[in-house]
């Protein structure tokens, strides 16, 4: 079935410690490529997009993204986490022209201080 | 400016009941779409409306029902409630439904409905 795969449910790390959340689609053809973020009690906002050129993109809050089309791929990083990226972490792929956003199943990030 | 607004922010319903839920796009955005979440699962998409037409209906029963009016607002409608249907209805607004970088989605902070 087509979807969207987050590759951990729940990540715990340390302040400091670097951060890279997978995810993978197996949708073919082109595709716009989103990460969103959901701090507790707030609402979901964006992080970074992936339209079209290059691949790397670079969001909010010193996170990025990388595509890689050939693995179906936009992998989330961060170099340093902070106690207040603790959030749940969601990736998202648009289809075609209007089409629904579709959600992975989330993946949970605790960051200890 | 005003994000998304939703509203009512919680709301308890009985079985077989009948509920709506609103949702005030972005001034200028004239596209609203409508997502269930349900606890531990990202959002799933309910229903698209553009210029007040539905524009696309995601994997979802006849119970639910939506419409979008000429100020853009939106309404979900959900008929016969079943237990499952407990979740956050998000309502998520972008400018169009172009394939480009105008259709980023901006989401409300949603509606939290228990079916009981």
């Known amino acids: 079935a087509q979807s969207v795969s987050q590759h951990n449910h729940h990540v715990i790390l340390s302040e400091a410690a670097s951060l890279e959340l997978g995810c993978n689609y197996s949708y073919g053809g082109t595709v716009n490529l989103f990460w969103y973020v959901q701090y507790p009690g707030q609402h979901l906002q964006l992080l970074l997009k992936?339209?079209?050129?290059?691949?790397l993109v670079k969001g909010i809050k010193g996170f990025e993204a990388e595509f890689i089309k050939s693995k179906f791929s936009f992998n989330l990083r961060k170099p340093s986490v902070q106690w207040s990226d603790t959030a749940e972490y969601f990736c998202?792929?648009?289809?075609?022209?209007?089409?629904?956003?579709?959600f992975g199943q989330g993946t949970e990030l605790s960051v200890k201080p | 400016d005003a994000g998304v607004t939703q509203s009512p922010t919680h709301l308890i319903k009985t079985r077989g009941q009948q509920v709506t839920l609103r949702c005030s796009p972005i001034s200028g955005h004239k596209s609203v779409s409508w997502y269930q979440q349900v606890l531990g699962q990202g959002p799933q998409f309910i229903f698209q409306y553009y210029e007040k037409e539905e524009r696309g209906r995601g994997n979802f029963p006849d119970r639910f029902s939506a419409r979008q009016f000429p100020n853009y607002s939106s309404e979900l409608n959900v008929n016969a409630l079943l237990l499952g249907d407990s979740a956050l209805y998000l309502c998520?607004?972008?400018?169009?439904?172009?394939?480009?970088?105008?259709?980023?989605?901006?989401f409300g902070q949603g509606t939290r409905l228990t079916v009981v």
């Open positions: 992936y339209f079209s050129g290059d691949p």
């Open positions: 998202a792929v648009k289809r075609n022209q209007g089409g629904k956003l579709i």
């Open positions: 998520a607004s972008s400018l169009s439904v172009s394939f480009s970088g105008d259709t980023e989605a901006f």
